[in-house]
């Protein structure tokens, strides 16, 4: 999934879902007018920060939580935002810092979105072992998070464990049947295990709920072309990268988990000569398209 659409999201949902409201939360009963206005301007600011986040300004979202956490640095929301915002920006370990901040704040409630955050930021980290760890144990207090599950599912996947994977990723699917990426990544685990009959079942689900995904779509054409069906997997795989050019990269595609199997068939099917010619004429992706993901 798009990583700023995913960050937004839960930056949106952590501040609109955490008790009591966002501008009220922390500020006990007696205090000083001074720290007030202060505490009050962090919690505006911060707000802009997700504002500016939406619109792809992380620069300037990550200077307005840094001013966040300076004039409200006793509210756990303005560090949360702060490290998710350093994780937008691929500043995991400061990342890390700020979400590990905000949790030795944070009350009991609102600890699962952070450790939810900080399993992403040590995913993003290549600590597979710390995200399943942190993942998990948010996951005991709100055991029925589909993107929680997904990422969790995304660590097993990671360390090659494939069943832990799988169900990791069921159990989002059983939270929301259109949870597309969890039923794509299912695909990915049972193409890793030889299994491309119930890879393809599971990537055709995945575009029939999303019919405009291209990575179902490009896994589909793989997998086709290995089993001989030459002329309409390169049929499947121009429109795939028709639709988004930067996957054709190999290392796009590792980045999304295509496993060793795959990337291998995906690259024979790259080498076929009308697609090298077809490859060879695709535009670049556009600014706005990379910066989405």
Same mark, same amino acid.
């Given at each position: 999934?798009?990583?700023? =659409?995913?960050?937004?999201?839960? $930056?949106?949902?952590? /501040?609109?879902?955490?008790?009591?409201?966002?501008?009220?939360?922390?500020?006990?009963?007696?205090?000083?007018?001074?720290?007030?206005?202060?505490?009050? *301007?962090?919690?505006?600011?911060?707000?802009?920060?997700?504002?500016? *986040?939406?619109? =792809?300004?992380?620069?300037?979202?990550?200077?307005?939580?840094? +001013?966040?956490?300076?004039?409200?640095?006793? $509210?756990?929301? %303005?560090?949360?935002?702060?490290?998710?915002?350093? !994780? @937008?920006?691929?500043?995991? @370990? !400061?990342?890390?810092?700020? $979400?590990?901040?905000?949790?030795?704040?944070?009350?009991?409630?609102?600890?699962?979105?952070?450790?939810?955050?900080?399993?992403?930021?040590?995913?993003?980290? @290549?600590?597979?072992?710390?995200?399943? #760890?942190?993942?998990?144990?948010?996951? @005991?207090?709100?055991?029925?998070? &589909?993107?929680? $599950?997904?990422?969790?599912?995304?660590?097993?996947?990671?360390?090659?464990?494939?069943?832990?994977?799988? #169900?990791?990723?069921?159990?989002?699917?059983?939270?929301?049947?259109?949870?597309?990426?969890?039923?794509?990544?299912?695909?990915?685990?049972?193409?890793?295990?030889?299994?491309?009959? #119930?890879?393809?079942?599971?990537?055709? %689900?995945?575009?029939?709920?999303?019919?405009?995904?291209?990575?179902?779509?490009?896994?589909?054409? /793989?997998?086709?072309?290995?089993?001989?069906?030459?002329?309409?997997?390169?049929?499947? #795989?121009?429109?795939?990268? %028709?639709?988004? &050019? =930067?996957? /054709?990269?190999?290392?796009?595609?590792?980045?999304? +988990?295509?496993?060793? =199997?795959?990337?291998?068939?995906?690259?024979?099917?790259?080498?076929?000569?009308?697609?090298?010619?077809?490859?060879?004429?695709?535009?670049?992706?556009?600014?706005?398209?990379?910066?989405?993901?």
């Amino acid at each position: 999934m798009p990583k700023l =659409r995913l960050i937004i999201s839960l $930056l949106i949902f952590f /501040v609109a879902g955490s008790p009591p409201a966002f501008s009220q939360a922390l500020l006990p009963y007696a205090i000083e007018p001074e720290l007030e206005q202060m505490e009050q *301007a962090g919690i505006e600011i911060a707000e802009d920060a997700i504002q500016l *986040a939406r619109f =792809r300004r992380t620069d300037a979202a990550l200077g307005r939580a840094k +001013l966040a956490v300076q004039l409200a640095p006793h $509210l756990y929301q %303005t560090w949360f935002i702060l490290g998710s915002l350093y !994780l @937008q920006d691929d500043q995991v @370990q !400061l990342g890390i810092e700020a $979400l590990n901040q905000s949790l030795s704040i944070a009350p009991a409630d609102a600890h699962a979105n952070i450790k939810f955050s900080l399993g992403s930021a040590y995913f993003q980290n @290549q600590d597979y072992k710390s995200a399943i #760890a942190q993942i998990e144990a948010g996951l @005991q207090m709100k055991p029925d998070i &589909s993107p929680a $599950l997904f990422d969790l599912g995304n660590s097993y996947l990671k360390l090659a464990q494939y069943p832990q994977a799988i #169900a990791a990723y069921e159990k989002a699917v059983s939270q929301d049947k259109d949870f597309w990426p969890a039923i794509n990544n299912i695909g990915l685990v049972k193409y890793e295990q030889g299994d491309k009959e #119930a890879a393809l079942k599971d990537w055709r %689900t995945a575009l029939k709920i999303d019919p405009k995904q291209p990575e179902p779509q490009l896994a589909i054409a /793989v997998a086709i072309y290995s089993q001989g069906k030459t002329e309409e997997g390169i049929k499947l #795989a121009q429109a795939a990268l %028709t639709s988004d &050019s =930067r996957y /054709v990269s190999l290392e796009f595609l590792g980045e999304n +988990l295509w496993g060793k =199997r795959l990337l291998q068939d995906t690259e024979k099917m790259f080498n076929n000569p009308k697609m090298k010619d077809f490859i060879a004429r695709l535009p670049q992706p556009t600014p706005e398209v990379e910066e989405e993901n």
